[in-house]
C-alpha cells in the first residue's frame, strides 16, 4: 500500500514538473502582418503636410462622400468631464494595436447631435479626423501627428444640431493596446 501511494505521489510530482516547465516556454506565433496601403484623400484635403505613409485600413461602407472641405480646425485637446458633458445619441469604438502602426478607420455614426467627443485609452498618436455631414460638407481636425494620452476630448463641436454621416480617423496606439471611443452628444 506504501509503495503505492509512493508512486502516486511521484507521479503526480512528475506531472507538476512537466507542466511548469512548459508554462516556461512561451511561444508567440506572430499573425500574417495586415495589408498596408498609402493613406488617401481626396481633393481639396485641407491638410497640406506629409500624412502617414502606409496604413492598415479597416473599411466600413459610408453613405456620403466627401463633397466640400471646411477650414480645417487644429486640435486643442481640451480635456472635458465625460460625466458633464451632456447626453449621448451614439458611440462607437475601435481598438487599435501597436504592431499594427498606422491606422485608417471609419466610424459610421449616421445621427443628429452637437459635439463629437473623442474618448481615450491608453495612449493614440493621431494624424486627423475628418467628420463628413449628410450634406457632404467635411471638417478636418488636425492632430499633427502628436500622441494624446488617457482622457475625454472635445473633439469638434457643431450646435446648429447637424447629421454627422460618419467620422475617419487615422491613429495609431503608442501602448500595446489603445482604444479610441467616439461620442456623439445630443442637440
Known amino acids: 500500500m506504501k ?4 508512486a502516486g505521489l511521484l507521479l503526480g510530482a512528475s506531472v507538476l514538473s512537466l507542466d511548469s516547465a512548459d508554462a516556461a516556454r512561451v511561444v508567440v506565433r506572430r499573425t500574417a502582418r495586415a495589408p498596408r496601403v498609402r493613406v488617401t484623400v481626396r481633393p481639396g484635403f485641407p491638410i497640406r503636410r506629409a500624412l502617414p505613409g502606409e496604413v492598415v485600413v479597416r473599411t466600413a461602407t459610408v453613405r456620403v462622400a466627401p463633397r466640400v472641405y471646411l477650414a480645417p480646425v487644429t486640435f486643442a485637446a481640451v480635456a472635458v468631464a465625460a460625466s458633464h458633458s ?38 493614440a498618436q493621431i494624424s486627423f479626423a475628418e467628420v463628413v455631414f449628410e450634406n457632404g460638407d467635411a471638417q478636418v481636425v488636425d492632430f499633427n501627428d502628436r500622441v494624446h494620452a488617457t482622457g475625454v476630448y472635445s473633439l469638434l463641436d457643431f450646435r446648429d444640431g447637424r447629421k454627422v454621416d460618419h467620422v475617419r480617423v487615422v491613429a495609431k496606439a503608442d501602448t500595446r493596446d489603445s482604444v479610441i471611443r467616439l461620442h456623439l452628444l445630443a442637440s
Open 3 to 6: 509503495n503505492i501511494l509512493v
Open 86 to 123: 451632456g447626453p449621448r445619441v451614439w458611440n462607437g469604438s475601435e481598438t487599435l494595436a501597436r504592431e499594427e502602426g498606422w491606422t485608417d478607420f471609419t466610424m459610421n455614426v449616421d445621427r443628429r447631435g452637437s459635439a463629437l467627443l473623442l474618448d481615450i485609452d491608453g495612449t
